[in-house]
């Protein structure tokens, strides 16, 4: 999988102004905010056009943060302190569902917002996500729903777990991208629950537990890491992985309650080589 920076650091650097200079005369610098992005999809009607952009190249399954915009298509000008949602859809040969989605805020630019969006599978010839984007501008009230390609990861490594834990519930599981080197690195990790085919809640106050293996050498683990435990700010699950040398990685994972009950996943030990949950990751 390609490691990725945070795309919301990448747009506080993009954002910053250079410094006036002694002279009252000399102007600011005027930056593009979504200058180090890509765009990965646009959705529009007549009047608007939401562009979507991210550190990628294209959405991906597993976890996407997005930045976006609204563009008022007949003044060319971006819409200031708009109010947005979104609703993934995935439509199946014989179902629908949705997948875990943040909501939609407002940046330090007032007309840059954004989230991000938890992909479970790709699209395919006879299967696709749609994505409706409901806005409000100044009192009234848009939809634009239109189809988005989701591809798999170029490796096919396993960043997304979607299981059934041990209290009957259904989970997903996903990796937040980063930049990841031989060192201990900060890791993270989203977790919802399923609780039906359109929604999906924040799960809190669990832990995640890790324990990277080699599994081309001899599955050996690493020392110093330390399991994802739930943010409340940022309502994402951190902790530190450890990563002794460069080559492919298999992270094992544990998920437990409150109670310290595994909801899912097994230890590793030399009979069991891996657990039935795990990311992927090549550094």
């Known amino acids: 999988m390609k490691n990725i920076k945070n795309i919301f650091t990448a747009l506080i650097l993009t954002i910053t102004l250079t410094a006036c200079s002694s002279s009252d005369d000399t102007p ?3 930056i593009d905010p979504v200058a180090n992005l890509n765009l990965v999809d646009v959705i529009e009607d007549d009047l608007y056009q939401i562009e979507l952009y991210s550190a990628t190249d294209q959405l991906y399954v597993g976890y996407n943060e997005l930045i976006t915009r609204i563009k008022n298509k007949n003044s060319e000008d971006y819409v200031e302190n708009a109010s947005m949602n979104w609703t993934p859809v995935m439509h199946m040969t014989e179902m629908q569902h949705s997948c ?4 939609i805020t407002e940046t330090e630019i007032s007309s840059v917002y954004k989230g991000f969006i938890v992909f479970q599978m790709s699209g395919n010839i006879e299967e696709n996500w749609s994505l409706k984007v409901d806005f409000e501008i ?7 729903t239109q189809n988005i390609n989701v591809v798999n990861n170029e490796d096919e490594y396993r960043v997304v777990n979607v299981f059934k834990g041990n209290d009957e519930s259904k989970y997903v599981l996903a990796m937040v991208p980063s930049e990841l080197n031989v060192s201990i690195n900060d890791f993270g990790a989203v977790l919802y629950k399923m609780e039906n085919m359109m929604t999906f809640s924040i799960v809190e106050n669990y832990t995640i537990a890790i324990d990277p293996r080699m599994p081309g050498m001899d599955n050996h683990s690493s020392p110093n890491n330390e399991n994802l435990t739930f943010n409340a700010k940022s309502e994402l699950y951190n902790g530190k992985l450890s990563l002794t040398m460069t080559g492919y990685w298999k992270v094992n994972l544990k998920v437990l309650n409150p109670n310290d009950e595994i909801i899912k996943g097994e230890e590793i030990t030399d009979e069991n080589k891996a657990s039935s949950i795990y990311f992927d990751l090549s550094i």
């Open 28 to 30: 600011e610098e005027i």
């Open 100 to 103: 875990p989605k943040s909501q």
């Open 138 to 144: 100044n009192g009234e009230a848009y939809s634009i």
